[in-house]
C-alpha cells in the first residue's frame, strides 16, 4: 500500500540554523510528493511539491527533491527563522488512480527559538 | 480569489448525536476531500468528491458519509457520533486532475462529550 514516513520530532533549532527533516515513502507507481506546514490554529498550506522523479520543489527557502532511487523527499532550509515554527507534513498523491487523495506522514513539529 | 470556507469552526456534540459539517470550495474547484485529523492518528483521508460523485474513500466506518452538490459546495455527516469522533475535520478543494495540489479549509474543530 502507499505510506509516508517522517522523521519523529520535535525538531528544535536557533534561528540561522540549517534545518532539515527526512520523508521516504512507499507508493505504486510515480505519486506526487508534497511538504504542507500548519500553523498553530491553522489549516495546511502547501509549501512545495514535485511531480516526477528528480524535480525539486521550492518556496520560501524550503527545498526537497524528488529521488526515486531512494524514495525520498527530504526538506531543507538553509537557515531558519522563529517564523518556521509550525508542524510540517510531507504526504504523497498516488497517480495511478483517479482523485487526488493525500496519504499524509505524521507531521514533525519545528521549534525555532532566537 | 476567496478560500475553501468550512462552517461552523467550532462544534460540540454528545455522544450518540449526529453532525454535519460543511464546505464550500474555492470557485472554479470541482473537487472537494475531507480529512480527519487527531492527536493519535495524524492526518486521515476521509473521502473525495467529484462533480457530485465520491471518487475515493478511506478506511472509515459507514457512520462518516458525504455528499457534493452541483455548486461543488460539500458537506459531511457523522451519525451516532462516538467519543473518539473528536478531531479537527479539514476539507481541501482542487481542480480535480491527479495529483494536482489541494487547498485547506481551516477546519471544524469537533468536540464530543
Known amino acids: 500500500g502507499n505510506s509516508v514516513t517522517q522523521m519523529e520530532g520535535p525538531v528544535t533549532l536557533s534561528e540561522e540554523a540549517f534545518l532539515t527533516i527526512n520523508c521516504t515513502y512507499t507508493?505504486?507507481?510515480?505519486?506526487?510528493l508534497f511538504w504542507y506546514v500548519q500553523y498553530p490554529g491553522e489549516g495546511l498550506q502547501l509549501l512545495l511539491k514535485a511531480t516526477k522523479a528528480d524535480d525539486k520543489g521550492s518556496n520560501k527557502g524550503f527545498e526537497a527533491t524528488y529521488r526515486k532511487e531512494t524514495t525520498s523527499f527530504h526538506l531543507e532550509k538553509g537557515s531558519v527563522q522563529v517564523s518556521d515554527s509550525a508542524v510540517y507534513f510531507c504526504?504523497?498523491?498516488?497517480?495511478?488512480?483517479?482523485?487526488?487523495?493525500?496519504?499524509f506522514g505524521k507531521g514533525t513539529t519545528l521549534s525555532v527559538s532566537s | 480569489k476567496a478560500g475553501v470556507t468550512q462552517t461552523p469552526r467550532y462544534l460540540i456534540k454528545t455522544r450518540g448525536q449526529q453532525v454535519t459539517l460543511s464546505c464550500s470550495p474555492i470557485s472554479g474547484h470541482r473537487s472537494v476531500s475531507w480529512y480527519q485529523q487527531t492527536p493519535g492518528q495524524g492526518l486521515q483521508f476521509l473521502f473525495e468528491y467529484f462533480s457530485e460523485t465520491q471518487r475515493n474513500k478511506g478506511n472509515f466506518p459507514g457512520r462518516f458519509s458525504g455528499r457534493q452538490f452541483s455548486n461543488s459546495r460539500s458537506e459531511m455527516n457523522v451519525s451516532t457520533l462516538e467519543l473518539g469522533d473528536s478531531a479537527l475535520y479539514l476539507c481541501?478543494?482542487?481542480?480535480?486532475?491527479?495529483?494536482?495540489?489541494?487547498?485547506f479549509g481551516p477546519g471544524t474543530r469537533l468536540t464530543v462529550t
Open positions: 481541501a478543494s482542487n481542480l480535480g486532475a491527479s495529483g494536482s495540489e489541494q487547498y
Open positions: 504526504a504523497l498523491s498516488p497517480n495511478y488512480q483517479a482523485g487526488t487523495a493525500l496519504i
Open positions: 507508493a505504486t507507481g510515480y505519486p506526487s
